[in-house]
């Protein structure tokens, strides 16, 4: 069950929209912003800085909360961080552009280490290598995805403006429909168990004690 969560339902719609952004974020920040290839580039950074330091807190909150809990409330927070890219506007201050952009790269990264953890949980070893395959196909379809989705969502709004150019509001647009769709995916893992793949995060020995 938790493999066809992560990777084949609620998870592939949760990495389309959150690899929507990696995308948009650069074109708005030199379309609608005006800003240069470098200095878009170094807001950018902020982004997956925020991947980085989030890195070494996964683990105690995965143990802590379990897959379940960290999956629903981080998830619905990366996408409410996705969407809040699409307030940024010229005249926000840098260290406000900076603050979201790096909450939402680490919600960014706990949602997928959560996700690419916890799919191999319940999989026998005889079915690992197909099991790993299948994920690997998806993680890569739903990266093209996303940046589809995301040029799609731009072009329609674009379109229905009516504006002879792309503007700051049509990645607006796209950018809170990416959030939306984060958010609204990771309430589907409602449905697991709270004690869904303990056996990897030591979640049930946290709060049970460890078993001798």
Not at 104 to 124: E, K, V
Request: glycine share 10%; net charge positive; hydrophobic share 55%.
């Amino acid at each position: 069950m938790t493999f066809g969560a992560t990777d084949l339902r609620a998870g592939v719609l949760i990495r389309i929209g959150i690899n929507a952004a990696p995308f948009l974020l650069p074109l708005m920040f030199q379309v609608g912003f005006g800003l240069d290839a470098f200095h878009s580039g170094a807001l950018v950074v902020a982004y997956f800085l925020g991947n980085l330091l989030m890195k070494s807190v996964t683990t105690p909150a995965l143990r802590r909360f379990g897959f379940r809990s960290v999956l629903v409330v981080n998830g619905c927070l990366a996408g409410l961080f996705t969407a809040a890219c699409a307030l940024l506007a010229p005249a926000t201050p840098y260290p406000l552009i900076v603050t979201v952009l790096l909450l939402a790269g680490a919600t960014r990264s706990m949602q997928f280490t959560a996700l690419a953890t916890l799919a191999f949980a319940d999989i026998d070893a005889d079915r690992r290598s197909s099991a790993t395959t299948i994920s690997s196909m998806s993680q890569q379809l739903s990266m093209v995805l996303g940046v589809a989705v995301a040029a799609g969502c731009v072009n329609l709004a674009h379109i229905w403006r009516g504006a002879p150019a792309l503007g700051l509001d049509d990645f607006h647009a796209a950018l809170t429909v990416a959030g939306a769709l984060v958010g609204v995916a990771s309430l589907y893992f409602l449905v697991l168990a709270r004690d869904s793949g303990a056996e990897v995060s030591g979640h049930r020995q946290s709060i049970w004690g460890a078993r001798p």
